[in-house]
């Protein structure tokens, strides 16, 4: 079995919330990283998500920062839910 991450930026242009973090977060970019698996036994490549991670400012160290497992379908609300601000 083989696993793939995918890393990539996310903008946030409002203070915002994701489910599973106690906390609102700021406005600003975020690194996010998308672990996957292969499906083993197929004729051709299908990749699963395993683990998506999002890199956050810490709650106890000004500069610090912590990553902290989150739902891809969370992270879409968040960001739909942000853009919806802007209109």
């Known amino acids: 079995m083989s696993i793939r ?6 903008t946030f242009r409002h203070p915002f919330h994701i489910r599973g ?5 700021p406005a600003g970019c975020y690194e996010v990283v998308t672990d996957e698996e292969t499906i083993e036994g197929l004729s051709f490549p299908v990749w699963r998500r395993i683990a998506t991670l999002i890199t956050v400012p810490a709650e106890s160290l000004r500069g ?20 919806e601000r802007c209109q």
């Open 5 to 10: 991450s995918r890393h990539e930026t996310v």
């Open 21 to 25: 973090i106690d906390r609102e977060l």
């Open 64 to 83: 610090a920062t912590e990553r902290l497992a989150i739902g891809s379908v969370d992270l879409a609300d968040a960001q739909a839910a942000d853009r």
